[in-house]
């Protein structure tokens, strides 16, 4: 192969010689041309005779895609029952050709047959039990764990857990509080028009009131901070699988789930609750606000109404809910991370995976809590 | 057409104010194995990675395959670089891809050669650099330290390059699978025509596959040469790198197997 003459290349070439056994091949043979040959030499190697003759001497330049070219057509052509002999080659393409022959035992061998349907469908329904069993293992180990740290305080990684706090608490209050002002807004905006209808201004208080305390607040809450924190530690323990850091914290005798996990669980089971009461007062806010302006009810009297609409229980219940949300979101973003195998889609996959489905746990379990709590009667 | 394959000439590099090349400049010929070594930190990497448009120095000049590389374009680099193959020193392969599709993903960018055909060219090439057929169905972290290092050599070689770069080819393996890479850099050398140029510490790899080699230092160039006239250079950093105890069992190694 000759690199300096690169520059000026002739379009590889493969034609029928003099003889009807004889083909010729001529050009540069080097992968950036070869496309149109392939076709070629499907239409020229159809009617040969029983001994061929391939003359190369015109072939100009010669790599390891054009040899495996041409070692495949000479292949093709014996396995047709033909004798096949390759001439005129200069020396070190003879030499790239033999070398590409030499290797070529393996080609074509390795490929695995394709799966069946049933295959696929009976691997994919396994592949859901293991996950369901990883997540049952994966919870009582963090339970263990929890235990151990219970009894043994030391064990507990404050610096981790005030971390935490500070990341998925702290740096989440301008979002949360954010998006909640908006909703108080939204919210008291449609049931504007409504109550002005029947002259019922001041129920606005009961309207943003309850159903911000009780269930939208926690909610959006929760989905806020699934999206930002639970999608965080997906990547950050998935990444740390794929340069195995997960195992290098195991040999230095240190539980990836003690310093990893528990402090998550325990840091966002602490300022969930507390994010909650911040957008409690948020949504409130953005709902006084617009009541005032669309329906004329003053910041005391909606006050003054908030407290006898929203009782004590509803409170509690909104913000109750808030560790369960926080523990659900915490064990699947940080289950999802350890799931994470080697490669950098597979991050990107399990971190996805985590949103959606923290984000459907969270909801699922709120639907469940309202179930219950209608059965008791609270 | 000049003989030589890359041309560095005078050139600086700067990183806020600590200074890595100071005058760096060499030439590598066509077909030759160049080795360039020295210390860690020495700038030997960011050489590298100037010489293969990823980073740029400060002034100077490299000129590569008769293009000068500094300034360039992003066509210009494009066309460039699919004259050239690159080794990095983790492999990079990319995760989510079989060692097959690896090589594929290659041909299928740059070339409109038939599904068909790009597998088997692809095929021939993880043979080439030695790995089992059926390492082409795996995953890059399915493959030990050595395979991946030969899994990324074939993906480097899809285009069929005229030059090849290699970083750190044998960091990171056991000598046996060290010494597999080295006799596989002379062979790729010898069959395909090659000129390699590689950054390594491995001085047994230096003994037995490099033609040429350059120690950098300093931000200069201490010495430049075959393993034996370098091995009697009066330079005291070049003296110690091949005299210190590592340097002289290799070395010993390497006159006994002559």
Known sequence: MAPSAMAALATPNILAGDSPSQLRCEGAWVTRMLAPLEERIAAVAKDLGKEVLIDGSAITALDTSGAWLLHRTVRALELG???????????????????????????????????????????????????????????????????????????????????????????????????????????????????????????????????????????ITAIIVAGRSGSAYTAQIGTMKVTEEIDALRTIGIGPLDLLVLPKVVALAIVLPLLTVYTDIMGIVGGMIMARAQLQVSFTTFLH??????????????????????????????????RVTGSAESVGQRTTVSVVQSIFLVILSDAMFSIAFSWLEI | MTENVIEVRDLHTRFGT???????????????????????????????????????????????????????????????????????????????????ENVTTVLEEHTTLSAQLRTEVAAVKIALTGLPPDAGQKYPNELSGG????????????????????????AGLDPLSASGIDELVRHLRDALGLTIMMVTHDLDLLWRAADRVAVLGEGHILGIGTMPELAKSAHPLVHEYFYGPRGRAAREQAWKQR
């Open chain 2, 147 to 170: 395979m991946r290092k030969r899994a990324a050599l074939a993906r480097a070689l899809a285009l069929d390059p005229e030059l090849l770069f290699l970083d750190e080819p044998t």
């Open chain 1, 81 to 219: 029952g033909r004798s096949v002999r390759v001439q005129g080659l200069r020396p070190e393409f003879d030499a790239l050709l033999q070398l590409v022959a030499s290797r070529s035992v393996h080609v074509g061998e390795a490929a695995a047959p394709p799966l069946g349907r049933l295959t696929a469908l009976g691997l994919a329904a396994w592949e859901a039990v293991r996950g369901a069993y990883g997540l049952l293992s994966f919870l009582g180990e963090a339970a263990l764990t929890w235990a151990r740290s219970v009894l043994d305080p030391r064990r507990i990684r404050w610096r981790a857990i005030f971390h935490n706090i500070q990341t998925a608490g702290f740096e989440a209050l301008p979002i949360t509080g954010l998006l909640s002002f908006l909703l108080g807004i939204v919210i008291a905006y449609q049931g504007a028009e409504q109550l002005r209808r029947v002259g019922a201004n001041i129920y606005i208080a009961d309207l943003v009131g309850l159903s911000m305390v009780r269930e939208l607040s926690p909610l």
């Open chain 1, 305 to 338: 109404r908030l407290e006898e609409a929203v009782s004590l229980t509803s409170y509690v219940i909104g913000v109750g809910k808030a560790p369960v949300f926080a523990v659900i979101i915490a064990l699947v973003g940080c289950y999802q991370g350890f």
């Open chain 2, 18 to 100: 600590a200074v890595v090349h100071d005058g760096v400049s060499f030439t590598v010929k066509h077909g030759e194995v160049f080795a360039l070594v020295g210390a860690s930190g020495c700038g030997k990497s960011t050489l590298l990675r100037e010489m293969i448009v990823l980073q740029s120095p400060v002034s100077g000049s490299i000129r590569i395959l008769d293009r000068e590389v500094t300034g360039l374009s992003d066509d210009e680099a494009l066309a460039l670089r699919r004259r050239w193959g690159v080794m990095f020193e983790r492999g990079a392969l990319f995760s989510a891809l079989t060692v097959t």
